[in-house]
């Protein structure tokens, strides 16, 4: 069952459908389009735990306050509460597994780290990284391994437990953001490669998707695509373009951030067999200026919550659940390269999205996560080449 390509399902599609730009296929709910908001008055003391990290990615908090820290460029740390930094394992050298495709212009390399929901029976962690694949090819990977501190911080019994299909040749939008279900699956998105964005609306290719997967790879059979020909069974939802962060919410909806190319960013509430109709169906401008297609809505593809013009370039994503700001419990943060700020956004009662404003713009540098803490404190991480640091945000 292959999806029709961009030119098809433009020319299938009555000029009608503009009329009914704005509305989601249900009728009851539209996008809320977002531009730059203002600054969010200071009330918070910004702390520098760690710095002379080199592109770090994503981190992930031990069940004693240490830290578990991806730097894009291969080496995965360990980070203790005092700030000090140790490598693991320097997966751009490594011997023991595919080595990490990572250079200069380039948005591959190592990426997030997460914490197996029963780590502390099993000590599982999983590892995302676009890998060499031959000379000139590389994919993203998913690594299962088991982590622990016995004389020192180490990883073992690497697995791999998921690749990417077909293989790319180039090192742009990989996506890689992995969440825990409540159920134990796991879901991680997977991005376009930027050269290939119509293959984001079809099943037989993993551009542009969401996949679902269980804790050792293998696939659920409640996945929507399980048994259908010519689709991937480990596909979840699918007509994305370059996601940078997901997360599971407390109400236990999955969110979900992705750039667009120079406007037309989201946040995404993930369904389940669902289409987010990139690159068909998008406010995005391109980076011409240009719109990328005319159609803002069709039926039977899905409206983002929240769209993001100029783009803001999201990365991290989290939701805060922490006491020390009780401003912000169950808020939205998402973390942004282009625009050098967090964006903050009121998640409501009713789970729909409120207001907005910008954190952290005084600092002035470019954020590639957020997490908030065990500790209550939220924490950043900051791209400054080799030079970036881990940010631990009080109350002032």
Not at 95 to 112: I, K, R, S, W
């Amino acid at each position: 069952m292959r999806i029709a390509s961009l030119a098809l399902i433009l020319a299938a599609t009555s000029m009608a459908a503009c009329s009914n730009q704005g509305a989601s296929d249900s009728g009851d709910k539209t996008s809320i389009a977002s531009a730059r908001v203002d600054a969010a008055p200071i009330t918070y003391a910004v702390e520098t735990l760690t710095e002379g990290l080199d592109h770090p990615w994503s981190l992930a908090f031990l069940p004693d306050s240490d830290m578990l820290v991806t730097q894009r460029t291969g080496k995965l740390l360990h980070v203790d509460a005092s700030g000090k930094a140790q490598s693991i394992h320097d997966f751009a050298t490594s011997t023991l597994y595919p080595q990490t495709h990572f250079g200069a212009g380039m948005q591959a390399g190592m990426f997030d780290i997460v914490l197996h929901p029963n780590f502390a029976d099993n000590n599982h962690v999983y590892l995302s990284y676009a890998a060499k694949q031959g000379d000139d090819q590389n994919t993203l990977l998913l690594w299962r391994f088991t982590y622990s501190n016995d004389g020192g911080p180490k990883i073992t019994n690497g697995q791999q437990i998921w690749a990417a299909k077909p293989l790319r040749i180039r090192g742009n939008h990989y996506g890689a953001r992995i969440v825990f279900l409540a159920d134990g699956t796991l879901v991680m998105p997977v991005g376009d490669a930027f050269h290939f964005r119509e293959e984001a609306q079809n099943l037989d290719n993993h551009f542009g998707k969401i996949i679902r997967i269980k804790d050792d790879g293998t696939i659920p059979n409640d996945n929507p695509f399980v048994g259908k020909e010519g689709a991937l069974a480990d596909i979840y939802s699918y007509g994305h373009r370059n996601p940078q962060g997901i997360l599971l919410a407390a109400d236990g909806r999955i969110l979900e951030n992705e750039h667009g190319p120079a406007g037309g960013d989201e946040i995404n509430d993930i369904k389940s067999g669902k289409n987010y109709g990139w690159p068909a169906v998008t406010y995005a401008l391109d980076y011409s200026g240009g719109r990328v297609s005319p159609f803002e809505a069709l039926e039977g593809t899905e409206q983002s919550l929240m769209h993001f013009t100029p783009s803001i370039a999201p990365s991290g994503f989290a939701q805060y659940d922490g006491e020390a700001f009780p401003d912000w419990q169950g808020d939205l943060f998402l973390s942004a390269l282009a625009l050098k700020h967090v964006r903050h956004v009121e998640m409501k009662a009713d789970g729909s999205l409120g207001r907005q404003a910008e954190l952290f713009g005084e600092l002035d540098v470019r954020f590639r996560d957020v997490r908030s803490g065990p500790d209550g404190y939220l924490y950043l991480l900051t791209e400054e080449g080799d030079k970036s640091r881990i940010l631990r945000i009080k109350p002032k």
